[in-house]
């Protein structure tokens, strides 16, 4: 249940009726994210949809699979419960079940690719211990093959994953229920995170 009531009104009309009729086009209740992206939509809702779909989506070293499981790790890593399920859920359509749930119990999934592997330890302490980054992090990255530009779009995802875990944390998200996470893992699979 959402604590911060706020984001429960102020929804333009165009919104209103989406969430109203989001039980039929997802076959399920929408989950409590949209009602905080609609919340003052242009301010927030629509810029963070961009940005979340050029980070997930857009042209990248990474595979979407790959960068879903990044945005599962970070959430992960926080302890952020919903948005963990929720990109668990489209990663594991991407890449598979098992390989989401060997990363979040170890760190590492063999089935990953090298470069893949190398970037989770980073992932894992850019989102925990940001202030230990060191300039030898990055060396560690280059030695194993990555560019530069995979290592930012890598620390793009983090970046967009705090942010993240923390405001739906902070209004009090509820996890998705199994019909939710059936339904919201194909659509974000299949149609991003524009709104």
Request: net charge positive; hydrophobic share 45%; proline share 5%.
């Amino acid at each position: 249940m959402i604590r911060l009531d706020v984001v429960r009104r102020g929804h333009a009309l165009k919104h209103k009726v989406m969430l109203g009729l989001g039980k039929l086009v997802i076959g399920a209740d929408p989950p409590d994210i949209m009602r905080i992206l609609f919340h003052r939509h242009g301010f927030f809702g629509k810029p963070a949809g961009l940005l979340t779909h050029e980070v997930l989506r857009g042209a990248s070293e990474w595979t979407v699979g790959e960068r879903e499981l990044f945005a599962t790790y970070v959430s992960s890593k926080n302890q952020c419960r919903f948005c963990t399920g929720a990109h668990a859920a489209v990663a594991g359509r991407a890449i598979g079940d098992g390989v989401v749930a060997e990363v979040l119990a170890t760190g590492d999934s063999p089935s990953l690719s090298p470069k893949a592997r190398a970037i989770l330890p980073f992932i894992a302490k850019l989102t925990v211990e940001p202030n230990k980054m060191v300039p030898a992090d990055l060396g560690a990255l280059r030695s194993a093959g990555l560019t530069d530009d995979a290592i930012l779009d890598a620390a793009y995802v983090v970046m967009l994953f705090c942010m993240y875990n923390r405001i739906v944390d902070a209004v009090g998200c509820e996890p998705l229920d199994p019909k939710q996470i059936v339904a919201v893992s194909k659509m974000l699979l299949e149609k991003g995170y524009e709104l």
